[in-house]
């Protein structure tokens, strides 16, 4: 088994007993757990994944020691940085939270910087221009980690600490040395972008929808059927919602609305995303009622005699 160790330590006035709320750390830890397993997926995708283990320590401010692991392959080369297991996790290690160029500290470091230029040089590294003219070199793994939503998204979960009172530093420590700090001060720095989202899609259309599950309250989805897929979808069709209000709308199994839709489908960094609004009901066509075939009250009628 492949490992290399560090820590990341919590430091502020509500920590000095070396206590701290495990409703802060346990998010912070998955969080940073999850970060080294998806860095590694998308800079080593064919290589074996990763695993962030707790180690025992003493306390201090608050410090926990965590362990890099990854399954060693006899037979197999790991082309992450090199063909060796554990230097593929001291450089992966290095690449998020290490004293060089890391991903916290590029993160840091472009916070609100416009880039004019860059150039790919040699070696795997790329040269950042900002537009006042300075210059700044930086690993191009590091910012395909930058460059991703997701990872961002997990850096913003491990300092989710620092928005809490009374934590005001988060450390990253290797080998006896702190390798980077982020300050309470810095936090916002670390809030990852907006999601980019793209519509592809938006289109009106007239549907025949099963109401798979109505819904009385305002603002929340139903859960409707065109026969073949289920989905959510926002009902604005006030008139309609006024008549269900005052309770002149029944429902039962099998109901049918004819409806004008909009649709729009949108592209996300995770997949395809459709939504669905129900703009009007143009009618309600209520299930069929089961016939009764005779009165079960009534005694079965005597054969006539022949």
């Known amino acids: 088994m492949a490992e290399t160790s560090f820590s990341i330590v919590f430091d502020g ?17 998955l969080a940073l757990g ?28 608050v410090e926990v020691a ?16 090199s063909g060796d297991p554990a230097t593929a996790l001291a450089n992966l290690k290095e690449l998020v939270i290490g004293t060089g160029v890391g991903l916290f500290l ?10 004019a230029r860059q150039e790919r040089l040699q070696s795997g590294w790329v040269r950042l221009v900002f537009d006042d003219g300075e210059v700044f070199e930086v690993p191009e793994n590091a910012l395909r980690l930058y460059g991703s939503n997701q990872i961002r998204r997990r850096v913003r979960q491990v300092l989710e600490p620092l928005h809490r009172d009374g934590i005001e530093r988060v450390d990253f420590v290797d080998n006896g040395q702190t390798t980077t700090s982020i300050y309470k001060s ?22 025949a929808l099963t109401i798979a599950s109505p819904s009385f309250t305002e603002g929340n989805k139903w859960r409707l059927s065109d026969g073949e897929r289920t989905f ?33 489908q949108w ?6 995303r459709p939504e669905y609004v129900v703009t009007r009901v143009a009618e309600h066509i209520q299930g069929a009622v089961p016939q009764v075939l005779f009165d079960q009250d009534s005694p079965p009628a005597e054969d006539s005699a022949d």
């Open 186 to 207: 810095e936090a916002d720095e670390y809030e990852p972008p907006p999601s980019r989202e793209t519509m592809l899609v938006e289109q009106d259309t007239v549907m």
């Open 13 to 29: 006035p509500s920590l000095d007993s070396g206590r701290m709320d495990v409703h802060d750390l346990a998010p912070a830890l």
């Open 66 to 81: 965590l362990s890099l692991t990854a399954p060693d392959f006899i037979h197999r080369v790991i082309d992450m940085f």
């Open 267 to 272: 592209q996300t960094e995770t997949g395809l």
């Open 232 to 264: 959510y979808a926002s009902v604005e069709d006030q008139g309609f919602l006024d008549r269900v209000d005052r309770g002149l709308e029944s429902f039962r199994k099998g109901d049918i609305m004819r409806c004008d839709v909009h649709f729009r």
């Open 34 to 61: 999850d970060l080294m397993r998806e860095a590694n997926a998308l800079i080593n995708p064919d290589g074996p994944p990763v695993s962030l283990e707790l180690r025992a320590t003493a306390t201090g401010s």
């Open 106 to 115: 590029v993160i840091k470091k472009l916070h609100n910087r416009r880039i």
